[in-house]
């Protein structure tokens, strides 16, 4: 079974910056897409940025791109992001998610594509 688990979440200042990170266990070598998403108060979850571990290929949202800043450590299975610049608008539940990438196809930001997810970490933005 995948288990998920996020930290680095806490409160900022706009403009400055926040590395989240998220350990996977339980799941075995092979391609997967490892995305992150968040959910602000009264909106829908939405992708923030997907990484094909395959290929380490990154796809960003318009939203945070040229800010925020994918990476993996596969000796440590372990996603991270780093957000720079934040906003008041970033303020989210953060939350990472991982799929089976079969296909080798490009990874997508649709949450329903998704089945293991982490438990989330707060960010607040304050201005």
């Known amino acids: 079974q995948v288990q998920l688990v996020e930290s680095g979440g806490g409160s900022v200042q706009a403009g400055g910056s926040l590395r989240l990170s998220c350990v996977a266990s339980?799941?075995?070598?092979?391609?997967?897409?490892m995305s992150w998403f968040r959910q602000a108060p009264g909106k829908e979850r939405e992708g923030v940025a997907t990484t094909y571990t395959g290929s380490g290929s990154t796809y960003y949202a318009d939203s945070v791109k040229g800010r925020f800043t994918a990476s993996q450590d596969n000796a440590k299975n372990t996603l991270y992001l780093q957000m720079n610049s934040l906003k008041s608008e970033d303020t989210a539940i953060y939350y990472c998610?991982?799929?089976?990438?079969?296909?080798?196809?490009?990874?997508?930001?649709?949450?329903?594509?998704?089945?293991?997810w982490g438990q989330g970490t707060q960010v607040t933005v304050s201005s």
């Open positions: 998610a991982a799929v089976r990438n079969w296909s080798g196809g490009s990874c997508v930001l649709f949450r329903d594509k998704y089945n293991y």
């Open positions: 339980g799941y075995s070598y092979g391609r997967w897409c």
